[in-house]
Protein backbone atom coordinates (compact mmCIF):
# COMPACT_ATOMS: atom_id res chain seq x y z
CA UNK A 1 0.00 0.00 0.00
CA UNK A 2 1.33 3.38 -1.29
CA UNK A 3 2.49 5.77 1.79
CA UNK A 4 -0.33 8.49 0.12
CA UNK A 5 -2.96 6.02 0.03
CA UNK A 6 -2.25 5.07 3.66
CA UNK A 7 -2.58 8.97 4.81
CA UNK A 8 -5.97 9.10 3.31
CA UNK A 9 -7.15 5.96 5.27
CA UNK A 10 -5.80 7.35 8.17
CA UNK A 11 -7.73 10.73 7.46
CA UNK A 12 -10.78 8.59 7.09
CA UNK A 13 -10.21 6.77 10.36
CA UNK A 14 -9.95 10.27 11.88
CA UNK A 15 -13.61 10.94 10.77
CA UNK A 16 -15.03 8.09 11.64
CA UNK A 17 -13.52 7.51 15.41
CA UNK A 18 -14.48 11.69 15.81
CA UNK A 19 -17.99 10.96 14.72
CA UNK A 20 -18.81 7.45 16.42
CA UNK A 21 -16.41 8.38 19.61
CA UNK A 22 -17.02 11.96 20.79
CA UNK A 23 -13.36 12.49 20.60
CA UNK A 24 -11.93 15.66 19.34
CA UNK A 25 -11.38 15.70 15.75
CA UNK A 26 -8.59 17.79 16.04
CA UNK A 27 -6.87 16.03 18.68
CA UNK A 28 -7.16 12.88 16.58
CA UNK A 29 -5.53 14.92 13.43
CA UNK A 30 -2.48 15.86 15.97
CA UNK A 31 -2.31 12.32 16.90
CA UNK A 32 -2.51 11.18 13.10
CA UNK A 33 0.20 13.72 12.10
CA UNK A 34 2.81 12.39 14.67
CA UNK A 35 2.27 8.80 13.27
CA UNK A 36 1.89 9.72 9.83
CA UNK A 37 4.50 11.83 9.61
CA UNK A 38 7.16 10.17 11.74
CA UNK A 39 6.27 6.38 10.39
CA UNK A 40 4.85 7.05 6.78
CA UNK A 41 6.57 10.00 5.91
CA UNK A 42 9.75 10.32 7.78
CA UNK A 43 9.36 13.47 8.96
CA UNK A 44 10.60 15.42 12.17
CA UNK A 45 9.08 17.84 14.43
CA UNK A 46 10.00 20.36 11.85
CA UNK A 47 8.46 19.16 9.35
CA UNK A 48 5.22 18.06 11.04
CA UNK A 49 4.58 21.50 12.84
CA UNK A 50 5.49 23.15 9.06
CA UNK A 51 1.77 22.80 8.43
CA UNK A 52 0.43 24.66 11.97
CA UNK A 53 -2.03 27.56 10.95
CA UNK A 54 -0.28 30.57 13.43
CA UNK A 55 -2.50 32.91 11.86
CA UNK A 56 -5.72 31.03 11.71
CA UNK A 57 -4.49 30.05 15.31
CA UNK A 58 -4.50 33.89 15.94
CA UNK A 59 -7.90 34.62 14.47
CA UNK A 60 -10.02 32.11 16.19
CA UNK A 61 -9.01 32.89 19.70
CA UNK A 62 -8.70 36.47 19.36
CA UNK A 63 -12.50 36.75 17.95
CA UNK A 64 -13.85 34.22 20.20
CA UNK A 65 -12.17 35.78 23.06
CA UNK A 66 -13.86 39.07 22.09
CA UNK A 67 -16.96 37.38 21.88
CA UNK A 68 -16.80 35.38 25.14
CA UNK A 69 -16.64 39.00 26.69
CA UNK A 70 -19.88 40.04 24.88
CA UNK A 71 -21.92 37.53 26.32
CA UNK A 72 -19.84 37.46 29.68
CA UNK A 73 -21.41 41.17 29.99
CA UNK A 74 -24.86 40.74 28.55
CA UNK A 75 -24.10 42.72 25.26
CA UNK A 76 -25.04 39.40 23.37
CA UNK A 77 -28.55 39.05 25.67
CA UNK A 78 -29.05 43.08 24.55
CA UNK A 79 -28.63 42.09 20.96
CA UNK A 80 -30.78 39.65 20.84
CA UNK A 81 -34.04 41.00 23.08
CA UNK A 82 -33.44 44.40 21.55
CA UNK A 83 -34.08 42.11 18.12
CA UNK A 84 -36.97 40.82 19.30
CA UNK A 85 -38.64 43.85 20.02
CA UNK A 86 -38.50 44.98 16.41
CA UNK A 87 -41.10 42.82 15.41
CA UNK A 88 -43.33 44.50 17.26
CA UNK A 89 -45.85 41.75 17.95
CA UNK A 90 -46.02 40.68 14.50
CA UNK A 91 -45.62 36.30 15.03
CA UNK A 92 -44.18 36.34 11.45
CA UNK A 93 -41.70 38.03 11.95
CA UNK A 94 -39.95 36.63 14.91
CA UNK A 95 -38.44 33.77 12.48
CA UNK A 96 -36.48 35.89 10.50
CA UNK A 97 -35.54 38.08 13.19
CA UNK A 98 -33.90 35.15 14.17
CA UNK A 99 -32.49 34.52 11.07
CA UNK A 100 -31.03 37.75 10.90
CA UNK A 101 -29.56 37.66 14.64
CA UNK A 102 -27.57 34.31 13.99
CA UNK A 103 -26.38 35.55 10.63
CA UNK A 104 -25.45 38.60 12.35
CA UNK A 105 -23.43 37.07 15.38
CA UNK A 106 -21.66 34.76 12.63
CA UNK A 107 -21.17 37.52 10.43
CA UNK A 108 -19.28 39.43 13.30
CA UNK A 109 -16.80 36.25 14.73
CA UNK A 110 -19.27 34.12 16.42
CA UNK A 111 -18.77 30.85 16.26
CA UNK A 112 -21.67 28.83 14.26
CA UNK A 113 -22.61 26.66 17.48
CA UNK A 114 -22.35 29.42 19.88
CA UNK A 115 -24.71 31.94 17.87
CA UNK A 116 -26.81 29.01 18.17
CA UNK A 117 -26.65 28.56 21.15
CA UNK A 118 -27.19 32.18 22.17
CA UNK A 119 -30.27 32.55 20.43
CA UNK A 120 -31.74 29.10 19.44
CA UNK A 121 -33.57 28.77 23.36
CA UNK A 122 -35.04 32.03 23.15
CA UNK A 123 -35.78 31.31 19.28
CA UNK A 124 -37.68 27.95 20.40
CA UNK A 125 -39.38 29.20 23.37
CA UNK A 126 -40.96 31.97 21.07
CA UNK A 127 -42.25 28.64 18.61
CA UNK A 128 -43.62 27.45 21.64
CA UNK A 129 -45.44 30.13 23.03
CA UNK A 130 -46.98 31.53 19.75
CA UNK A 131 -47.67 27.90 17.95
CA UNK A 132 -44.58 28.78 15.28
CA UNK A 133 -43.06 25.27 13.80
CA UNK A 134 -40.21 24.30 16.12
CA UNK A 135 -38.63 22.78 12.99
CA UNK A 136 -39.11 25.89 10.89
CA UNK A 137 -37.63 27.93 13.92
CA UNK A 138 -34.53 26.12 14.58
CA UNK A 139 -34.38 25.51 10.83
CA UNK A 140 -34.37 29.37 10.60
CA UNK A 141 -31.65 29.73 13.43
CA UNK A 142 -29.16 27.19 12.00
CA UNK A 143 -29.58 29.17 8.54
CA UNK A 144 -29.46 32.00 9.90
CA UNK A 145 -25.74 31.13 11.21
CA UNK A 146 -25.14 29.76 8.22
CA UNK A 147 -26.02 32.39 5.91
CA UNK A 148 -23.75 35.30 7.91
CA UNK A 149 -20.93 32.21 9.02
CA UNK A 150 -18.90 33.33 5.55
CA UNK A 151 -18.66 37.08 5.96
CA UNK A 152 -14.47 38.05 5.77
CA UNK A 153 -14.36 38.66 9.31
CA UNK A 154 -16.19 35.53 10.47
CA UNK A 155 -14.79 31.86 11.81
CA UNK A 156 -15.77 30.03 8.70
CA UNK A 157 -14.77 32.84 6.02
CA UNK A 158 -11.11 33.47 7.66
CA UNK A 159 -10.91 29.48 7.94
CA UNK A 160 -11.60 29.29 3.65
CA UNK A 161 -9.96 32.31 2.76
CA UNK A 162 -7.17 31.64 4.61
CA UNK A 163 -6.77 28.04 3.12
CA UNK A 164 -7.42 29.76 -0.64
CA UNK A 165 -4.77 32.09 0.26
CA UNK A 166 -2.38 29.49 1.59
CA UNK A 167 -2.77 27.12 -1.36
CA UNK A 168 -2.52 30.28 -3.84
CA UNK A 169 -5.80 29.61 -5.44
CA UNK A 170 -8.07 31.88 -6.92
CA UNK A 171 -10.36 33.78 -4.39
CA UNK A 172 -13.21 36.19 -3.77
CA UNK A 173 -14.21 36.68 -0.30
CA UNK A 174 -17.34 38.26 -0.81
CA UNK A 175 -18.08 35.88 -3.58
CA UNK A 176 -18.04 33.15 -1.14
CA UNK A 177 -19.98 35.42 1.60
CA UNK A 178 -22.96 35.97 -0.73
CA UNK A 179 -23.09 32.38 -1.89
CA UNK A 180 -23.74 30.93 1.20
CA UNK A 181 -25.81 33.81 2.21
CA UNK A 182 -28.06 33.51 -0.94
CA UNK A 183 -28.15 29.81 -0.89
CA UNK A 184 -29.32 29.92 2.98
CA UNK A 185 -32.25 32.73 2.70
CA UNK A 186 -33.24 30.59 -0.29
CA UNK A 187 -33.69 27.43 1.98
CA UNK A 188 -34.75 28.99 4.52
CA UNK A 189 -37.81 30.93 2.46
CA UNK A 190 -38.88 27.48 1.09
CA UNK A 191 -38.73 26.23 4.79
CA UNK A 192 -40.98 28.73 6.17
CA UNK A 193 -43.63 28.09 3.29
CA UNK A 194 -43.50 24.22 3.56
CA UNK A 195 -43.77 24.62 7.81
CA UNK A 196 -46.75 27.23 7.84
CA UNK A 197 -45.43 30.43 7.29
CA UNK A 198 -48.09 31.96 5.62
CA UNK A 199 -50.15 30.99 8.33
CA UNK A 200 -48.82 33.13 10.49
CA UNK A 201 -49.43 36.25 9.00
CA UNK A 202 -53.04 35.59 9.81
CA UNK A 203 -52.33 34.97 13.25
CA UNK A 204 -52.92 38.06 15.28
CA UNK A 205 -50.31 39.80 16.32
CA UNK A 206 -48.62 39.87 19.42
CA UNK A 207 -50.12 43.63 20.13
CA UNK A 208 -53.47 45.02 20.89
CA UNK A 209 -52.76 47.74 18.18
CA UNK A 210 -50.39 48.32 15.81
CA UNK A 211 -47.56 50.37 17.14
CA UNK A 212 -48.21 49.81 20.88
CA UNK A 213 -45.68 48.38 23.24
CA UNK A 214 -45.95 44.60 23.22
CA UNK A 215 -48.68 43.99 26.34
CA UNK A 216 -49.91 40.70 28.23
CA UNK A 217 -47.87 37.76 27.33
CA UNK A 218 -45.71 39.29 24.75
CA UNK A 219 -44.93 41.93 26.96
CA UNK A 220 -41.25 41.80 26.97
CA UNK A 221 -40.30 43.60 30.05
CA UNK A 222 -37.06 44.24 32.68
CA UNK A 223 -38.35 41.16 35.26
CA UNK A 224 -36.58 38.27 36.66
CA UNK A 225 -36.31 35.42 34.21
CA UNK A 226 -36.52 32.07 34.58
CA UNK A 227 -33.95 29.42 33.04
CA UNK A 228 -34.68 26.05 31.33
CA UNK A 229 -32.56 25.08 34.39
CA UNK A 230 -35.35 26.16 37.20
CA UNK A 231 -33.15 29.19 38.17
CA UNK A 232 -34.01 32.72 38.01
CA UNK A 233 -31.60 35.32 37.18
CA UNK A 234 -31.66 38.91 36.97
CA UNK A 235 -31.75 40.69 34.04
CA UNK A 236 -28.65 42.58 34.57
CA UNK A 237 -26.71 39.79 35.31
CA UNK A 238 -25.30 36.66 33.09
CA UNK A 239 -26.47 33.08 34.30
CA UNK A 240 -23.32 30.61 34.68
CA UNK A 241 -22.08 29.08 31.41
CA UNK A 242 -23.95 25.75 32.69
CA UNK A 243 -26.93 27.52 32.88
CA UNK A 244 -28.91 28.14 29.58
CA UNK A 245 -31.43 31.63 29.94
CA UNK A 246 -34.41 30.64 28.11
CA UNK A 247 -38.06 31.49 28.67
CA UNK A 248 -40.88 29.00 29.07
CA UNK A 249 -44.09 29.35 28.07
CA UNK A 250 -45.66 30.19 31.44
CA UNK A 251 -43.31 33.46 32.12
CA UNK A 252 -42.02 36.49 29.66
CA UNK A 253 -40.43 35.54 26.69
CA UNK A 254 -37.32 37.52 27.33
CA UNK A 255 -36.57 40.72 29.25
CA UNK A 256 -35.05 43.83 27.66
CA UNK A 257 -31.55 44.72 29.13
CA UNK A 258 -30.54 48.66 29.79
CA UNK A 259 -26.88 49.61 27.98
CA UNK A 260 -24.71 49.74 30.36
CA UNK A 261 -21.22 51.38 29.94
CA UNK A 262 -19.68 47.92 29.66
CA UNK A 263 -22.38 46.79 27.08
CA UNK A 264 -22.14 50.23 24.90
CA UNK A 265 -18.30 49.25 24.87
CA UNK A 266 -18.37 46.34 23.74
CA UNK A 267 -20.79 47.01 21.03
CA UNK A 268 -18.04 50.19 19.78
CA UNK A 269 -15.90 47.12 19.81
CA UNK A 270 -17.84 45.26 17.66
CA UNK A 271 -18.15 47.81 14.88
CA UNK A 272 -14.67 48.93 15.43
CA UNK A 273 -13.80 45.05 14.27
CA UNK A 274 -16.13 45.72 11.33
CA UNK A 275 -14.23 48.54 10.47
CA UNK A 276 -10.84 47.93 11.27
CA UNK A 277 -10.96 44.81 8.95
CA UNK A 278 -13.11 45.80 6.23
CA UNK A 279 -11.89 49.57 5.69
CA UNK A 280 -8.37 49.34 6.75
CA UNK A 281 -7.33 46.01 5.95
CA UNK A 282 -6.00 44.99 9.57
CA UNK A 283 -5.53 41.25 10.77
CA UNK A 284 -8.97 40.28 12.54
CA UNK A 285 -7.62 38.12 15.11
CA UNK A 286 -4.58 40.59 16.26
CA UNK A 287 -7.53 43.18 16.19
CA UNK A 288 -10.07 41.46 18.38
CA UNK A 289 -7.64 40.26 20.83
CA UNK A 290 -6.33 44.27 21.59
CA UNK A 291 -10.10 45.33 21.59
CA UNK A 292 -10.69 42.28 24.41
CA UNK A 293 -7.48 42.76 26.34
CA UNK A 294 -8.80 46.65 26.22
CA UNK A 295 -12.13 45.75 27.69
CA UNK A 296 -10.75 42.81 30.00
CA UNK A 297 -8.84 45.78 31.18
CA UNK A 298 -11.34 48.10 31.78
CA UNK A 299 -14.06 45.74 33.79
CA UNK A 300 -12.19 42.69 34.46
CA UNK A 301 -14.87 41.84 36.84
CA UNK A 302 -17.11 41.09 33.44
CA UNK A 303 -14.15 39.39 31.39
CA UNK A 304 -12.99 37.38 34.17
CA UNK A 305 -14.32 34.27 32.64
CA UNK A 306 -13.93 35.09 29.06
CA UNK A 307 -10.64 33.53 28.17
CA UNK A 308 -12.17 29.88 29.79
CA UNK A 309 -14.72 30.47 27.23
CA UNK A 310 -12.75 31.07 24.20
CA UNK A 311 -13.69 27.92 21.81
CA UNK A 312 -10.83 25.80 22.27
CA UNK A 313 -12.27 22.80 21.16
CA UNK A 314 -12.50 24.65 17.78
CA UNK A 315 -9.33 25.98 18.03
CA UNK A 316 -7.46 22.39 18.72
CA UNK A 317 -10.06 20.90 15.54
CA UNK A 318 -9.63 23.44 13.30
CA UNK A 319 -5.25 23.60 14.01
CA UNK A 320 -5.28 19.81 14.16
CA UNK A 321 -6.68 19.12 11.15
CA UNK A 322 -4.88 21.81 9.26
CA UNK A 323 -1.45 20.37 10.81
CA UNK A 324 -2.06 16.94 9.60
CA UNK A 325 -3.19 18.35 6.00
CA UNK A 326 -0.21 20.40 6.33
CA UNK A 327 1.57 16.56 7.01
CA UNK A 328 -0.34 15.17 3.55
CA UNK A 329 0.98 17.91 1.60
CA UNK A 330 4.83 17.27 2.62
CA UNK A 331 4.56 14.09 2.03
CA UNK A 332 2.73 14.79 -1.55
CA UNK A 333 -0.93 13.03 -0.63
CA UNK A 334 -2.86 16.10 -1.79
CA UNK A 335 -0.97 15.97 -5.30
CA UNK A 336 -1.54 12.36 -6.02
CA UNK A 337 -5.24 12.68 -4.73
CA UNK A 338 -6.19 15.73 -6.94
CA UNK A 339 -4.74 13.67 -9.49
CA UNK A 340 -6.81 10.57 -8.76
CA UNK A 341 -9.54 12.69 -9.05
CA UNK A 342 -8.73 14.59 -12.08
CA UNK A 343 -8.08 11.03 -13.69
CA UNK A 344 -11.96 10.29 -13.37
CA UNK A 345 -11.92 11.78 -16.81
CA UNK A 346 -15.30 14.02 -16.00
CA UNK A 347 -14.56 16.92 -14.32
CA UNK A 348 -17.81 18.15 -13.36
CA UNK A 349 -18.73 14.66 -11.96
CA UNK A 350 -15.52 15.00 -10.09
CA UNK A 351 -16.77 18.44 -8.43
CA UNK A 352 -19.83 17.11 -7.57
CA UNK A 353 -18.46 13.62 -5.91
CA UNK A 354 -16.54 16.22 -3.74
CA UNK A 355 -19.47 18.39 -2.70
CA UNK A 356 -21.93 15.14 -1.65
CA UNK A 357 -18.38 13.93 0.05
CA UNK A 358 -18.48 17.22 1.63
CA UNK A 359 -22.46 17.48 2.51
CA UNK A 360 -22.35 13.74 3.51
CA UNK A 361 -19.90 14.15 6.27
CA UNK A 362 -20.27 16.91 7.53
CA UNK A 363 -24.03 16.09 8.30
CA UNK A 364 -22.26 13.71 10.88
CA UNK A 365 -19.20 15.26 12.01
CA UNK A 366 -17.38 18.82 11.93
CA UNK A 367 -18.26 21.32 8.91
CA UNK A 368 -15.09 22.99 10.13
CA UNK A 369 -12.85 19.98 9.83
CA UNK A 370 -14.21 18.53 6.22
CA UNK A 371 -13.17 21.95 4.58
CA UNK A 372 -10.00 22.34 5.97
CA UNK A 373 -9.55 18.84 4.51
CA UNK A 374 -11.90 19.18 1.32
CA UNK A 375 -10.54 22.20 -0.09
CA UNK A 376 -6.82 21.51 0.17
CA UNK A 377 -7.45 18.20 -1.67
CA UNK A 378 -9.16 19.07 -4.90
CA UNK A 379 -5.81 21.91 -5.18
CA UNK A 380 -4.61 20.43 -7.84
CA UNK A 381 -7.58 19.25 -9.68
CA UNK A 382 -8.59 23.04 -9.47
CA UNK A 383 -5.12 24.06 -10.70
CA UNK A 384 -5.83 22.42 -14.06
CA UNK A 385 -8.38 25.33 -14.83
CA UNK A 386 -11.08 23.49 -16.16
CA UNK A 387 -13.26 23.98 -13.34
CA UNK A 388 -13.35 27.63 -11.90
CA UNK A 389 -12.13 27.73 -8.33
CA UNK A 390 -13.80 30.60 -6.84
CA UNK A 391 -17.55 28.60 -7.19
CA UNK A 392 -15.60 25.25 -6.63
CA UNK A 393 -14.41 26.72 -3.16
CA UNK A 394 -18.07 28.29 -2.42
CA UNK A 395 -19.86 25.05 -3.68
CA UNK A 396 -17.61 22.92 -0.84
CA UNK A 397 -17.67 25.64 1.90
CA UNK A 398 -21.51 25.86 1.41
CA UNK A 399 -22.45 22.19 0.83
CA UNK A 400 -20.11 21.59 4.08
CA UNK A 401 -21.90 23.85 6.33
CA UNK A 402 -25.75 24.16 5.38
CA UNK A 403 -26.04 20.37 6.50
CA UNK A 404 -25.87 21.19 9.86
CA UNK A 405 -29.63 21.15 10.71
CA UNK A 406 -28.82 17.33 10.68
CA UNK A 407 -29.58 16.51 14.57
CA UNK A 408 -25.76 14.61 14.68
CA UNK A 409 -24.25 17.80 14.20
CA UNK A 410 -23.20 20.71 16.62
CA UNK A 411 -26.14 23.22 15.30
CA UNK A 412 -28.92 20.91 15.19
CA UNK A 413 -28.05 19.12 18.62
CA UNK A 414 -28.65 22.54 19.72
CA UNK A 415 -31.87 23.08 18.51
CA UNK A 416 -32.98 19.77 19.81
CA UNK A 417 -32.11 20.36 23.00
CA UNK A 418 -33.20 23.80 23.21
CA UNK A 419 -37.31 22.68 21.35
CA UNK A 420 -39.37 23.01 25.13
CA UNK A 421 -42.79 21.04 25.10
CA UNK A 422 -42.29 18.90 22.65
CA UNK A 423 -42.06 15.35 21.43
CA UNK A 424 -38.06 15.19 21.17
CA UNK A 425 -38.50 11.81 19.18
CA UNK A 426 -40.47 12.94 17.08
CA UNK A 427 -38.46 16.21 16.84
CA UNK A 428 -35.56 14.41 16.27
CA UNK A 429 -37.08 12.44 12.98
CA UNK A 430 -38.02 15.83 12.13
CA UNK A 431 -34.73 17.23 11.80
CA UNK A 432 -32.86 13.81 10.72
CA UNK A 433 -35.48 13.61 7.91
CA UNK A 434 -35.25 17.39 7.02
CA UNK A 435 -31.29 17.06 7.49
CA UNK A 436 -30.89 14.08 4.53
CA UNK A 437 -33.22 16.50 2.19
CA UNK A 438 -30.82 19.18 2.11
CA UNK A 439 -27.61 16.77 1.91
CA UNK A 440 -29.45 15.27 -0.93
CA UNK A 441 -30.40 18.14 -2.61
CA UNK A 442 -28.64 21.11 -1.89
CA UNK A 443 -24.50 19.83 -3.02
CA UNK A 444 -26.41 19.16 -6.26
CA UNK A 445 -28.02 22.22 -6.69
CA UNK A 446 -25.34 24.74 -5.69
CA UNK A 447 -22.63 23.06 -8.40
CA UNK A 448 -25.01 23.06 -10.78
CA UNK A 449 -25.60 27.01 -10.09
CA UNK A 450 -21.55 27.30 -8.89
CA UNK A 451 -19.86 25.01 -10.66
CA UNK A 452 -20.92 24.03 -14.15
CA UNK A 453 -21.69 27.74 -15.52
CA UNK A 454 -17.61 28.21 -14.63
CA UNK A 455 -16.64 24.94 -16.56
CA UNK A 456 -14.17 25.12 -19.87
Not at 95 to 109: H, K, N, S
Not at 392 to 401: Q, R
Request: proline share 6%.
Amino acid sequence: MSPELISILVLAVVFVIATTRSINMGALAFAAAFAVGTLVADLDADGIFAGFPGDLFVVLVGVTYLFAIARSNGTTDWLVHASVRLVRGRVALIPWVMFALTGALTAIGAVSPAAVAIVAPIALSFAARYGISPLLMGAMVVHGAQGGGFSPISIYGSIVNGIVEREKLPGNEVTLFLASLIVNIVIAGVVFVVCGGLRLWRQDSLTKGAGDAPQGRGELRDQPQRSGTGTTTDPGTRPSPTTTTTATPETAPAPTLSLTPPRTATLLSLVALVVAVLAFDLDAGLTAITLAVLLSTAWPEDSRKAVGEIAWPTVLLICGVLTYVGVLDEMGTITWAGEGVSGIGVPLLAAVLLCYIGAIVSAFASSVGIMGALIPLAVPFLAQGEIGAVGMVAALAVSATVVDVSPFSTNGALVLAAAPDVDRERFFRQLMVYGGIVVAVVPAVVWLVMVVPGFG
